[in-house]
């Protein structure tokens, strides 16, 4: 509908070089970089088939590109891609460990008109210390403190875990005083380096207890405490769900967005390995339409043993990739069975 902003968004990924080594990171193999012309006419793609999109079908698109790694300020030409998309007309965010930013880097960041940063921590100093390496609290909560004073919007990004359940109160208070802007919580995905934690993953009451937990947060505190899972979203809905047949919500996978690995390789949600094209080779215009993967995932019919028949399908549909991940640890290639996690199971 003309007038209904729609958001699309593509997690781009810049390298998979990174200046720390975390366990549970999901990159999990080095493969070559695309070229800066590579990723110019990646951009310029996206940005035509979002063209085409907004004559054909009459919509408003607000499109952004989330430049991440790896470690994307490992890049040497990152401001040159960055301004490149802007000059497309994409909204631009960046993912980052947050250690190498430092006050210029800061000021080169609000320059070329960043949206937002997103920063990762893991836990309070000894938890992100044990998972990222001795010191990189401390750089990363330097790196945060540059950009708030360049008033960048920057958001702290967790990913809750048994070992850090326990320090939510504890972080939300670190990034008030640090004058964040907010900060998110996602649920570990248990693949690439992720495997080796899937005794950290939250379990279906814990999940339960900790949406609980956020949305007493988010009353009381100074600065946006959000979360993005689609389970998450749900318990704050007051009631009203769509009853639709096309997704209004939810698991962004192939829905709202795709990710655009180092090598050009497109797949439905980064935590989700299930390549189904390249941007240097494909028509994304035509992959977008024509991936079995990207229908499938769209169609309420091809989901089994849950969400095909929950009344929250079409703003949930649970994380997908979870959903991989615990059907791959059984020895199945299923990327549509139930979410595990799900407490309305
Ligand atoms: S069954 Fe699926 S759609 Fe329903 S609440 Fe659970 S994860 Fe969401
Ligand atoms: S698969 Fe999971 S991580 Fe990926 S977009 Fe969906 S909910 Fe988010």
Avoid at 74 to 94: K, N, P, T, Y
Avoid at 317 to 338: M, S
Wanted: with cysteine.
């Amino acid at each position: 509908m003309k007038g209904t902003p729609f958001d699309f968004f593509v997690q781009f990924h810049l390298t998979e070089r990174c200046n720390l080594s975390c366990r549970h990171c999901y990159q999990s193999a080095s493969v070559s970089e695309m070229k800066y012309e590579e990723i110019c006419g990646a951009i310029t793609e996206l940005k035509q088939t979002i063209a085409g999109w907004a004559i054909d079908y009459d919509v408003d698109i607000s499109p952004s590109l989330h430049f991440t790694g790896g470690e994307p300020l490992l890049r040497q030409d990152l401001f040159e891609v960055l301004g490149f998309a802007r000059g497309c007309g994409f909204s631009i965010s960046l993912m980052s460990n947050g250690t190498l930013i430092d006050k210029a880097m800061a000021r080169r960041l609000r320059e070329v008109q960043v949206a937002d940063v997103q920063i990762s921590l893991d836990g309070l100093e000894g938890t992100h210390d044990s998972l990222r390496g001795q010191g990189a609290y401390r750089r990363t909560l330097e790196g945060i403190r540059k950009l708030v004073a360049e008033e960048i919007e920057t958001n702290i990004n967790l990913t809750v875990t048994r070992r850090n359940m326990a320090q939510i109160e504890g972080l939300i208070d670190v990034a008030e005083k640090l004058g964040a802007s907010g900060i998110a919580f996602s649920r570990l995905v248990p693949s690439g380096k992720g495997k080796a934690l899937m005794n950290e993953v939250l379990t279906r009451e814990d999940i339960a207890r900790l949406y609980d937990e956020l949305r007493r947060y988010k009353n009381g505190s100074k600065i946006a405490v959000t979360s993005r899972d689609p389970l998450a979203t749900i318990a704050e809905m007051d009631g009203h769900i769509p009853q639709t047949e096309v997704p209004m919500g939810g698991c962004a996978a192939g829905v709202f967005g795709v990710t655009i690995t180092t090598d050009g390789t497109i797949m439905p949600c980064r935590r989700m390995d299930l390549p189904i094209g390249n941007i240097k080779q494909d028509s994304f215009r035509e992959l977008w339409i024509d991936s079995p993967v990207l229908e499938s995932l769209r169609t309420r019919e091809e989901y089994h043993n849950g969400c095909e028949s929950c009344s929250y399908w079409p703003v949930c549909r649970g994380c997908r990739a979870i959903a991989l991940a615990f059907a791959r640890a059984e020895g199945r290639e299923d990327y549509l069975g139930p979410d595990p996690q799900c407490p309305y199971l």
